[in-house]
């Protein structure tokens, strides 16, 4: 399976990613669910095609929720979620197509971890689920003739075999909730190449986490849910490019900081600079604020040249996925 995705950014409010030449594989539009008097997740919309997408948001913040109405676990109250053009809830033939990893621990504590992975099988219809139940194992790195009951196994393992159950029937659309949680650094780097190789080949993998420099390494494509509401949805360094209430902030380092910031500071779009000492073994720096930050890039080398400053390095500090997110979802 091969598909191609293209998305388009939207800033904080947005609703959706716009579909290029592959159809979305999942799509809401408009959907809430409340508790009595708690909303949980309010008027969301956006679509994902094939790949892996990160789905981000503090805690509270309805991911879960929103996960559960996706895999059809639990209804919309307003609103449409559709899966592979069905409604998850109420087509079985489309629950059969989706891998769900739960957040929660609750698995058949008299099973082993072939006999659980074996009966996710069985309940999915798969042709040879002694087979699957194995190769599902042999995956996720587990054995699948360990004789011990799934409590006995350490929190990392059990969240292995609950992928491996979500495999089990080789789905087109995975959504996992906090996957990576208590796994050590070698299997979190597995399971992050797994995702982004499933993703590769075509499926639809939406991976919620709160691990923010893990959720780098998935990729660029991100949805971030604050207050139950979409923040935003697209790729993390477009988002942060349309944030105009928002000043880049740009490390200069030189062997003439005092002298580039007087010449900096002059220039249009740039707001403020502030002088950085020179730690040991590197140059001093300048720490700018700009309305523009191409637009800075292009005239920091003329700059350089008025000031007589020779340019080191040049690093923006606050394009990554942890500045994108705490923009997005503070108050």
Not at 94 to 102: D, E, K, M, Y
Not at 235 to 248: G, K, Q, S, V, W
Request: charge should be negative.
């Amino acid at each position: 399976m091969s598909a191609s995705w293209s998305s388009a950014p939207t800033a904080p409010g947005g609703s959706s990613w716009v579909p290029g030449s592959a159809a979305p594989m999942i799509e809401v539009a408009g959907a809430s669910k409340w508790f009595g008097d708690v909303v949980a997740v309010s008027e969301v919309s956006f679509a994902v095609g094939p790949g892996v997408t990160a789905l981000l948001g503090p805690n509270g913040a309805g991911k879960s929720t929103l996960l559960r109405m996706l895999c059809g676990l639990t209804a919309a109250d307003q609103g449409t979620v559709r899966v592979l053009g069905a409604d998850p809830r109420t087509d079985l033939a489309v629950r059969g197509r989706i891998g769900i990893v739960p957040q929660q621990e609750a698995v058949f504590e008299a099973l082993d971890a072939y006999g659980f992975v074996r009966l996710a099988a069985v309940l999915n219809g798969v042709p040879d689920p002694d087979a699957a139940a194995r190769g599902a194992l042999g995956i996720v790195e587990l054995d699948p003739d360990d004789p011990r009951r799934i409590t006995a196994y350490s929190k990392g393992m059990r969240q292995r075999v609950k992928v491996a159950q979500a495999l089990v029937n080789d789905p087109d659309v995975l959504v996992l909730d906090e996957p990576l949680t208590g796994l050590d650094p070698r299997q979190r780097g597995h399971m992050i190449e797994l995702f982004a190789r499933l993703g590769a080949e075509g499926r639809c993998v939406l991976v919620s986490s709160h691990v923010l420099d893990e959720v780098e390494r998935f990729g660029s494509r991100v949805l971030v849910v604050a207050q139950g509401r979409l923040a935003a949805t697209g790729d993390f360094h477009a988002i942060r490019d349309l944030m105009d209430d928002r000043p880049h902030k740009i490390r200069v380092r030189t062997d003439k900081p005092r002298e580039l910031a007087t010449v900096l500071v002059e220039r249009v779009g740039v707001l403020g600079v502030t002088l950085e000492p020179p730690a040991p073994g590197r140059a001093g720096a300048v720490v700018v604020d700009t309305t523009d930050a191409p637009a800075f890039r292009r005239l920091v080398a003329r700059a350089a040249r008025h000031a007589g400053a020779t340019l080191w390095e040049i690093t923006p500090l606050d394009d990554d996925l942890e500045s994108v997110f705490r923009y997005l979802v503070q108050p």
